[in-house]
């Protein structure tokens, strides 16, 4: 049976800035190309918001602790993050989308799903429609972007890694699920760490090993995610671009290597969460009023603390403060805390004229 013949085949295309921060202040300051720099953080405190590909080599990577970033890579430079500068080059590539795709849904600032099915150009090849996208952006923004070329968005998004950076992949139909057999879970994106580990205790490490599961076990095992991860492992994924995504919530959360018991850690574990879901918010225009904080013990019980203001939050750094109002009444936690996450919910729509600020205080 063919699986592919409920819908038409979609051509979606994954376009994902090289180093977006770190590419865009190397552009715009001679004296740190070639070299490697970190955006956000600094030499004491905070965490790496990016890492130029100089600084990738010595294993530095975003949201890991400035300080282990520098033990890494004791020449790192630290660069205050510039997001006017980013959100308005962000704006410039939005901008090339659209001469080809009123379909375009952005994943943050450098990042977004093009369905180009039926595009504005009428062309018929997706793969050239990439060349030509990445082409006009270099030549308009002085900027690199890869892109990933395929029949759905998760493959599109797995694709667009594969020739990074500065380059694109294409994964055909005919490819796609022998592609997904041969990839480890852990690549998979949906798949976290604390999935890969659970998937892996199941016996679950690569596609391959996740198409030999049933639906029922998926389900049983991962519950709303189940039917997600049974189509992935096929190669399906039926999920729409959705340009004007109503969605009722943003959330991110991440389970630490090893469970937290202080202030100070837990706090800086949620920084890259915070500048995740704000990021995501800004990205669509959309702005939040009520802020929830999960944490999950290392006995899996979990606690929700959520406070709601009046009108949308301006800044990031009204966020930062809430969510540290949230976190410090709960300490000294009864035991140590396994996970954190923060959901951004009551969402509307930014008026023209709204923008947030987009200081970022590291
Ligand atoms: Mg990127």
């Known amino acids: 049976m063919n699986e592919m013949s409920a819908t038409p085949i979609r051509k979606i295309v994954h376009i994902d800035m090289d180093a977006f921060y770190a590419s865009v202040e190397q552009r715009d300051n001679r004296d740190l190309r070639d070299k490697p720099i970190a955006v956000g953080g600094s030499a004491a405190r905070g965490v790496v918001a990016a890492a130029s590909y100089e600084a990738r080599v010595y294993g530095v990577h975003s949201a890991m602790p400035s300080v282990t970033a520098k033990r890494k890579c004791p020449d790192l430079i630290f660069v205050p993050p510039r997001f006017d500068v980013y959100k308005a080059v962000s704006q410039q590539i939005r901008e090339i989308f ?24 009428g062309m018929e090849i997706a793969t050239e429609i990439a060349t030509e996208i990445r082409a006009r952006i270099k030549q308009v923004t002085g900027l690199n972007a890869s892109a990933g070329i395929s029949y759905n968005k998760f493959l599109a998004k797995m694709a667009s890694d594969l020739n990074k950076p500065n380059g694109q992949a294409v994964i055909t139909p005919k490819n796609g699920p022998a592609f997904v057999e041969a990839l480890p879970v852990k690549k998979f994106h949906g798949v976290g760490p604390a999935t890969a580990e659970k998937m ?3 016996g679950i490490d690569t596609g391959a090993d996740l198409k030999g599961k049933t639906l029922e076990f998926l389900v049983e095992h991962f519950g709303k995610s189940g039917p997600y991860f049974h189509g992935i492992a096929r190669g399906i994924d039926e999920r729409q671009v959705k340009p004007d995504r109503v969605r009722k919530s943003v959330g991110a959360e991440d389970t630490f290597s090893k469970d ?5 850690p837990a706090r800086e574990g949620l920084q890259p969460l915070i500048e ?4 995501y918010c800004e990205a669509n225009g959309i702005g939040a009023k009520t802020v929830t904080l999960k944490i ?3 006995d899996f019980n979990q606690i929700t603390r959520s406070k709601t203001v009046p009108g949308l939050l301006p800044a990031i750094t009204d966020l930062e403060e809430i969510i540290s109002l949230l976190l410090a009444p709960i ?5 140590g805390i396994r996970l ?3 959901t951004l919910s009551s969402l509307e729509r ?13």
């Open 340 to 342: 954190l996450g923060i």
């Open 331 to 335: 300490f000294p936690p009864p035991k």
């Open 296 to 298: 999950k013990y290392a």
């Open 260 to 264: 937290l018991h202080a202030y100070e």
């Open 98 to 121: 659209a001469e080809y795709t009123p379909l375009i849904e952005p994943l943050s600032l450098d990042e977004a799903y093009l369905d180009v099915t039926d595009n504005l150009k």
């Open 276 to 279: 995740k879901v704000w990021g």
């Open 200 to 202: 892996h205790r199941l």
């Open 350 to 362: 930014r008026a023209p004229g709204t923008e947030p600020q987009l200081r970022l205080a590291f």
